[in-house]
Each structure stands twice: as structure tokens, then as C-alpha cells.
């Protein structure tokens, strides 16, 4: 990599680091005109908005919740943006930043102009697994815009894994209800599973980069595939942490077949993809 191009990196990691730190819109507004929750239950990213408007237009916006640095340097970018904002030109502003990170062919000369610094997430969109990250507070916040435009308060947006199987044929109702598995359960049964040798969940380390729920090959019950990664390729412990992560989603009910895929792409990095009671415990910030 040329000395401009790891310079450029540096300085869009600073960027980032510097938003995830900035405590300018963290919090929560009470009394509030618009309340939006969203979560992404494999990587664990949750965002709590709150934001109170003069009839469509946004007066404040606070958030709060936990995750990467990706996700919540993300959501204070988001916030920054739309004060003194319409809802109109708040769904422009958040159409512009999602065609930044999901259209190939678009550059940070697309981006809205209130979101010059937003071009320090160019690089999550070589990760389609971190760019959920990066959206998660945007999507919420269009949720809770429709919601609003409804005439309810309140909303809740869930993204959808990127390994998720799709729609399949629905079984009778009784079975459907009996052989039940969510990827919220998936996420419960792997976090207390932790890297032996730094003692922090490889949950809250970043390293699970995705799960795909789908029926055993003898459909009797479910198949779980789950991506993850390691601290290091050389790491030491990877069979002993494989091995527990198999074992652990193998005791979740209904589940006949685990397949657990190692992945280094993108390369761990836990300045960006640890959460940050992670980072607390590792002295990183």
C-alpha cells in the first residue's frame, strides 16, 4: 500500500475514533416527539433514538446504546446531520448515506453535503458483513420516521443477518412454534464463550462475523452455520474456540447440524469492531 494511501487510512481511523468518542448527541431526550430502538442481533450493535421536532422539522437528536466503533461513530455522523433538518430532507440525507455504502459505483463526492466526514466509512464497504454496522442507525431512524408519519411514537427495526437463508415454506403452525430458533438465541448461547487468553467474550471482541439459520439435512430440526474469525490466524486457542462454539450452539433446542466457518475478511481489527466494554477491558482507549 502506497505512504498517501496508509496516510488517508490513518486519518479516516482518527476520524472515526474521534466520532465514537464525541459525546455531543449521546443521551436520551425526555419528553421526546419520535422514539426509535434497533438492533442487530448477531454482532450484538444496539442504538436507542430519541428525537424531539416542531412539527416536521428535527429541533434535537440524542442516541444512545452500545456497539463498534463503526456503529456508533456512525449514529453521532447521523445525528450532526440532521438537526434544524425536515423529516424530508432527513430521509435524503439518509437515502444519500445508504447509496454511499450499498452502490459500488458511488464516491464520497455523492454524499449529502452534510456529510463531508462520512467518507471515513468508505472503507467498511469492502466488509459487507461491517456495512450492517454502519446502517443500523440510519435504518432505525427511517423506521422511526415511517412510524412517526403513522401517528405512532414509537418503533423497532431489527436488521436482518447478511447469512440469513431467506423466506422458506412455512410448516403447520404447531411445528412452526415447536422448532423455533432466533438468531437472538444464537447471539445468548455464544456470549459467554471467551478468548482464553484476554478473558473478554469473542462477542464483544467483534469476531463473530455472521450466522445463517436453515433446516438440518435430515429436517428433523435446524442447521446453524456461524462465521467467525480470531484475534489472530496464528492464534493459539482457535481449535479450543471453535470447538466451544460448536458445542454451545449444539445444546440450543431443535438444532441437529453446526457448521462454524473461520473467516479473516476482513482481518480483525479491535479498534473497529470491538464493542466498548471490549476496548474498556483491553486498555485500547
Not at 438440518?216 to 471453535?242: F, H, Q
Request: hydrophobic share 40%; glycine share 8%.
Amino acid at each position: 500500500m502506497a505512504e498517501g494511501d496508509l496516510e488517508l487510512q490513518d486519518l479516516y481511523r482518527d476520524v472515526l475514533v474521534d466520532y465514537y468518542r464525541d459525546a455531543t448527541y449521546k443521551g436520551r431526550l425526555e419528553p421526546h416527539d419520535v422514539h426509535a430502538h434497533g438492533v442487530n442481533p448477531v454482532c450484538g450493535d444496539e442504538i436507542e433514538l430519541t428525537l424531539t421536532a416542531s412539527g416536521a422539522t428535527i429541533d434535537e437528536v440524542k442516541f444512545s446504546g452500545h456497539g463498534c466503533v463503526i456503529s456508533q461513530a456512525s449514529s453521532s455522523m447521523m445525528c450532526e446531520a440532521l438537526e434544524g433538518k425536515t423529516f424530508a430532507q432527513a430521509r435524503e440525507v439518509a437515502g444519500s448515506f445508504k447509496r454511499f455504502m450499498l452502490e459500488r459505483t458511488a464516491t464520497a463526492a455523492d454524499l449529502h453535503a452534510d456529510l463531508e466526514e462520512a467518507c471515513a466509512l468508505e472503507g467498511v464497504r469492502k466488509f459487507p458483513l461491517r456495512i450492517k454496522c454502519a446502517l443500523l442507525a440510519w435504518n432505525t431512524l427511517l423506521q422511526g420516521l415511517d412510524a412517526s408519519g403513522e401517528g405512532l411514537k414509537d418503533s423497532e427495526y431489527q436488521e436482518k443477518p447478511m447469512c440469513d437463508t431467506g423466506t422458506k415454506a412455512s410448516p403447520a403452525p404447531e411445528a412452526s412454534a415447536a422448532k423455533e430458533l432466533t438468531f437472538k438465541q444464537i447471539g445468548e448461547a455464544i456470549a459467554p464463550v471467551e478468548d482464553p487468553e484476554i478473558h473478554v467474550s469473542i462477542s464483544e471482541l467483534g469476531l463473530i462475523y455472521g450466522a445463517e439459520i436453515g433446516e438440518s439435512k435430515d429436517a428433523s430440526g435446524k442447521r446453524v452455520k456461524l462465521t467467525m474469525s480470531l484475534t489472530s490466524p496464528a492464534c493459539p486457542y482457535g481449535p479450543m474456540l471453535l470447538a466451544a462454539v460448536h458445542g454451545a450452539l449444539a445444546k440450543l433446542p431443535h438444532v441437529r447440524d453446526v457448521d462454524v466457518d473461520l473467516s479473516f475478511d476482513p482481518v480483525w481489527d479491535p479498534k473497529t469492531m470491538a464493542s466498548e466494554e471490549a476496548k474498556d477491558q483491553l486498555g485500547i482507549f
